[in-house]
């Protein structure tokens, strides 16, 4: 990746926040972390941002081609009953930095772009997503369930599925 | 028996196979000879098959690590003829140890039925016994007895090396009883 002159290597924290508000202006907001007693925190390894859904697939391949983040360690969905949430954790792997993004989306419209044409290693973790939430990543090469049987037809994940034994 | 009747008893089709070896067979029950072959060799397969259990090696969780400790120099489970065998073809034991998950399910009934028999199966660990941790989960079979028949069950979780030797110990004492009933030519 160190070819291509455009790249920042090791960007620091308030490069990526002045970098990416002047790229996607309202559409990603920066939010303060409230777990202040963790050590990474403190010493400004992790940045917590909140993206609309319509720019995440941009943001992802800008802060991929631009600000060096080669590694997608996590994608998760969060069940806020009222609303879905897909939880981004992206590494650049020269200065330990984790950019944890935030996609609010709406309980009748589960479809959010999916990265994985950005990082391949996002493959999986969307379909477990899928399976888990029935959160639709569209642009997936494969979106089928990863580990649970082709036959269900339930989101286990969601708060609204519920186990014999809480009946 | 009079093989001039069966001329071609080198080379014969399934069909005639069967007539010819029951026929044989029944000659044998009816004048006793079966029941003295039984009692002179049954003990010979019961201490040969007591002695070389072949369990199926397939780890499927954290009790594996505990079946591969029990296969080292500490506790060497080979002293009591456990023996891993990575073909279900060439296993006697079908010993699953750790969860089952639903996705897994029809390649143990699989695994199961490859097993020629005579086969035993050993439940090990409480994810085998009842599903354990993942007692109503929605991905986790509750128990190996839901989808195959099981002879021993080893709790613990995960069990220890000695408790798996103790199983396995237990399983010896079903296969001699197995083998002392008597086996010689029953299919």
Redesign the interface.
């Given at each position: 990746m160190s070819e291509d002159a455009n790249i920042i290597e090791k960007p620091s924290r308030d490069d990526i926040v002045s970098l990416v508000k002047a790229e996607f202006g309202g559409k990603v907001e920066f939010i303060e972390s409230t777990k202040k007693n963790i050590k990474a925190i403190n010493e400004g390894r992790r940045l917590f941002m909140k993206a609309d859904r319509e720019v995440l697939h941009d943001l992802a391949k800008y802060l991929h081609d631009k600000l060096n983040f080669e590694q997608a360690s996590s994608v998760a969905g969060v069940d806020w009953v009222d609303h879905m949430q897909v939880v981004y954790h992206l590494t650049n792997y020269c200065t330990s930095m984790v950019v944890e993004i935030t996609v609010d989306i709406p309980n009748d419209d589960l479809h959010i772009a999916s990265v994985s044409d950005i990082w391949e290693g996002a493959n999986w973790h969307e379909r477990e997503t899928y399976e888990l939430f029935g959160i639709v990543f569209d642009g997936h090469p494969k979106l089928e369930r990863l580990l649970t049987p082709k036959s269900y037809e339930f989101f286990p994940f969601r708060k609204s599925y519920k186990l014999r034994g809480q009946e | 028996m009079d093989m001039s009747l069966y001329p071609h008893a080198v080379a014969m089709s399934a069909d005639e196979f069967m007539s010819w070896s029951s026929a044989m067979i029944n000659e044998m029950l009816s004048a006793g000879t079966k029941r003295t072959v039984d009692k002179l060799t049954g003990p010979v397969w019961a201490w040969a098959m007591r002695n070389s259990m072949h369990p199926l090696h397939f780890g499927l969780a954290c009790c594996a690590i505990e079946m591969a400790a029990a296969s080292d120099t500490r506790y060497d489970a080979e002293r009591v003829g456990m023996i891993y065998r990575s073909s279900p073809r060439q296993t006697d034991i079908l010993l699953i140890n750790g969860w089952i998950?639903?996705?897994l399910r029809p390649d143990i009934r699989r695994l199961y039925e490859q097993i020629p028999a005579p086969k035993w199966v050993v439940a090990m660990g409480e994810c085998a016994i009842s599903g354990g941790p993942w007692?109503?989960?929605?991905?986790i079979v509750q128990g190996l007895d839901q989808i195959v028949p099981v002879d021993v069950y080893i709790p613990g979780c995960p069990i220890k090396p000695d408790a798996m030797i103790d199983g396995f110990m237990l399983l010896q004492k079903k296969i001699d009883a197995y083998f002392r009933r008597g086996v010689f030519m029953t299919d």
């Amino acid at each position: 990746m160190s070819e291509d002159a455009n790249i920042i290597e090791k960007p620091s924290r308030d490069d990526i926040v002045s970098l990416v508000k002047a790229e996607f202006g309202g559409k990603v907001e920066f939010i303060e972390s409230t777990k202040k007693n963790i050590k990474a925190i403190n010493e400004g390894r992790r940045l917590f941002m909140k993206a609309d859904r319509e720019v995440l697939h941009d943001l992802a391949k800008y802060l991929h081609d631009k600000l060096n983040f080669e590694q997608a360690s996590s994608v998760a969905g969060v069940d806020w009953v009222d609303h879905m949430q897909v939880v981004y954790h992206l590494t650049n792997y020269c200065t330990s930095m984790v950019v944890e993004i935030t996609v609010d989306i709406p309980n009748d419209d589960l479809h959010i772009a999916s990265v994985s044409d950005i990082w391949e290693g996002a493959n999986w973790h969307e379909r477990e997503t899928y399976e888990l939430f029935g959160i639709v990543f569209d642009g997936h090469p494969k979106l089928e369930r990863l580990l649970t049987p082709k036959s269900y037809e339930f989101f286990p994940f969601r708060k609204s599925y519920k186990l014999r034994g809480q009946e | 028996m009079d093989m001039s009747l069966y001329p071609h008893a080198v080379a014969m089709s399934a069909d005639e196979f069967m007539s010819w070896s029951s026929a044989m067979i029944n000659e044998m029950l009816s004048a006793g000879t079966k029941r003295t072959v039984d009692k002179l060799t049954g003990p010979v397969w019961a201490w040969a098959m007591r002695n070389s259990m072949h369990p199926l090696h397939f780890g499927l969780a954290c009790c594996a690590i505990e079946m591969a400790a029990a296969s080292d120099t500490r506790y060497d489970a080979e002293r009591v003829g456990m023996i891993y065998r990575s073909s279900p073809r060439q296993t006697d034991i079908l010993l699953i140890n750790g969860w089952i998950s639903k996705k897994l399910r029809p390649d143990i009934r699989r695994l199961y039925e490859q097993i020629p028999a005579p086969k035993w199966v050993v439940a090990m660990g409480e994810c085998a016994i009842s599903g354990g941790p993942w007692y109503d989960s929605y991905n986790i079979v509750q128990g190996l007895d839901q989808i195959v028949p099981v002879d021993v069950y080893i709790p613990g979780c995960p069990i220890k090396p000695d408790a798996m030797i103790d199983g396995f110990m237990l399983l010896q004492k079903k296969i001699d009883a197995y083998f002392r009933r008597g086996v010689f030519m029953t299919d």
